[in-house]
């Protein structure tokens, strides 16, 4: 009987830890994506010469970022 307790509590603690890590992965991923692989997506794009795609690229993320900001407050 307390093998069975032990194992439903291991389960539910460990489950609680897996989704922590995924928030904190999630969380990560985000901040790696926006401070470090758009910028070198636009300079790439510009250096290609499609210079009117980046900064097309570049409006649409800030209008969305700016949309975002103003229904979150």
């Given at each position: 009987?307390?093998?069975?307790?032990f194992?439903?509590?291991?389960?539910?603690?460990?489950?609680?830890?897996?989704?922590?890590?995924?928030?904190?992965?999630?969380?990560?991923?985000?901040i790696?994506?926006?401070?470090?692989?758009?910028p070198?997506?636009?300079?790439?794009?510009?250096?290609?010469?499609?210079?009117?795609?980046?900064?097309?690229?570049?409006?649409?993320?800030?209008?969305?970022?700016?949309?975002?900001?103003i229904?979150?407050?």
């Amino acid at each position: 009987m307390i093998t069975l307790l032990f194992i439903i509590l291991m389960f539910v603690v460990f489950t609680k830890i897996f989704i922590f890590a995924l928030k904190a992965a999630w969380g990560i991923t985000k901040i790696v994506v926006s401070l470090i692989l758009l910028p070198i997506v636009l300079i790439a794009i510009a250096i290609a010469g499609f210079v009117y795609a980046a900064v097309a690229i570049l409006i649409i993320i800030g209008l969305i970022t700016f949309i975002t900001s103003i229904a979150a407050a």
